[in-house]
């Protein structure tokens, strides 16, 4: 997509995967200092040693440092700190220590519909039960926590919902939590006695005027003891989004709160059995979370390169969504965070018709066309979920802002002509 790496990340990757460039010029002081500091936490000094099925000790001390500065002072233990393979690998082994019971008893797990397919996939895989809450795309594609109580209710008459995924900011519909949401979710899950999975893997990735990243860690804390002392809750992050987009390091990490004491004890245990997770995503993770301060030569640069990256992500965003609503047949909400425009289709019923003919969802069905007519790839909105009779896609924003122009029109012509042909 064009979009540059953050130098000061690969250098440090660099330096610890081949240590002898420690002697060179080339590369500035407070990257080698950290080079350094990961090298002695890591066996031998080498990343070609397993780590501790944790972590590597000082990579998530600094994950808890980092935590601590993003909420203001609420305190973060390393101990609760597990460095992950990417954030989908802690989910998924969250998912695994959480489903059990079977029947009416198996354990229920609600997901936000649109939601990131990664969830309905290792659901399924558990052979879990999937709760669906819909989120509001009247309302900015807000989560109303009536629709999480009717979910919940609904859901009792046949498995036991113990689970409630949030993704924030969305993925794929981009919206951001306001504060008084996440109060109320929480309080929903204490009442209810759920255990809270927050997704917080595009917290770097706020756009909209008056939208703000709220931890769920923080709120939980800012609630009083009587919530931070009981609601069970883990929340992930990862290198692959934000401004570094490193998705190939596969680094990520978990905070686990609250849970029993034997209960991690199995934790530990159950990512024993994968070993660790890769050593060089997690020198990755590390730079996301003790990124260079302000009296370290590498700062200046660090700071225009990930301003630049985020300053172009918000202006493509405002873009994306003021072209789609010139559009007719499309309506696209704001989209306040993350990297994806979900806009909202119209589809004719000759168009549907066809679809069927074709044996295909018809978001799916005019995905193809648009793939096959433009070249321009998109994923139908029924990958995600969406309520009966509405259709979608998704787009990612990440192309620069020449091309993402350019790729906006194309798809505008092809809607434009889709009508017409099934009017």
């Given at each position: ?372 007519e433009t070249g321009i790839c998109v994923v139908p909105g029924s990958g995600f979920g969406q309520r009966e009779g509405s259709y979608h896609f998704r787009m990612t924003i990440l192309p620069p802002v020449e091309k993402l122009k350019i790729l906006l029109e194309t798809v505008k012509d092809f809607h434009i002509k889709f009508l017409e042909e099934y009017a």
């Open positions: 997509m064009g979009q540059r790496p953050i130098t000061f990340l690969r250098q440090v990757v660099a330096l610890c995967t081949y240590p002898d460039l420690l002697d060179s010029p080339s590369f500035p002081e407070d990257a080698k200092n950290r080079a350094r500091r990961i090298l002695q936490g890591c066996g031998g000094n080498s990343l070609g040693s397993y780590s501790a099925s944790q972590g590597v000790n000082c990579i998530r001390e600094d994950v808890a440092a980092y935590i601590e500065r993003r909420d203001g002072g609420v305190p973060a233990d390393p101990d609760n700190i597990y460095l992950t393979t990417g954030a989908s690998d802690g989910i998924a082994a969250i998912l695994k220590l959480l489903v059990s019971g079977g029947g009416k008893t198996r354990t229920g797990v609600m997901i936000p519909i649109p939601q990131y397919p990664l969830y309905s996939a290792a659901i399924s895989e558990l052979d879990a039960i999937q709760v669906n809450y819909y989120l509001d795309e009247e309302n900015c594609w807000a989560l109303d926590v009536n629709e999480l109580g009717r979910s919940l209710n609904e859901a009792k008459a046949y498995c036991n919902p113990k689970v409630l995924c949030i993704i924030n900011p969305g993925n794929p519909t981009g919206q951001v939590q306001s504060r008084q949401c996440i109060e109320d979710v929480i309080h929903f899950a204490w009442e209810e006695k759920l255990f809270l999975l927050a997704d917080e893997v595009y917290q770097d990735n706020v756009y909209s005027e008056g939208c703000q990243f709220h931890s769920f860690k923080k709120i939980l804390y800012e609630m009083g003891p009587e919530y931070y002392n009981n609601v069970e809750l883990v929340s992930f992050h990862s290198t692959s989004k934000g401004y570094m987009g490193e998705c190939g390091y596969r680094g990520g990490y978990m905070e686990v709160i609250n849970l029993h004491p034997e209960i991690k004890g199995q934790l530990v245990k159950l990512l024993s059995v994968r070993l660790c997770p890769p050593v060089s995503g997690q020198a990755a993770m590390d730079i996301v979370v003790n990124p260079p301060v302000p009296e370290e030569e590498s700062y200046v640069q660090f700071i225009k390169e990930k301003e630049s990256v985020l300053n172009n992500l918000a202006k493509k965003a405002k873009l994306t969504e003021d072209l789609f609503n010139q559009v007719p047949g499309i309506y696209c909400n704001p989209l306040q965070g993350a990297m994806y425009a979900f806009p909202r289709i119209f589809i004719p019923s000759k168009a549907i018709e066809a679809a069927k003919g074709n044996k295909m969802a018809p978001d799916m069905f005019y995905c193809m066309k648009l793939l096959e």
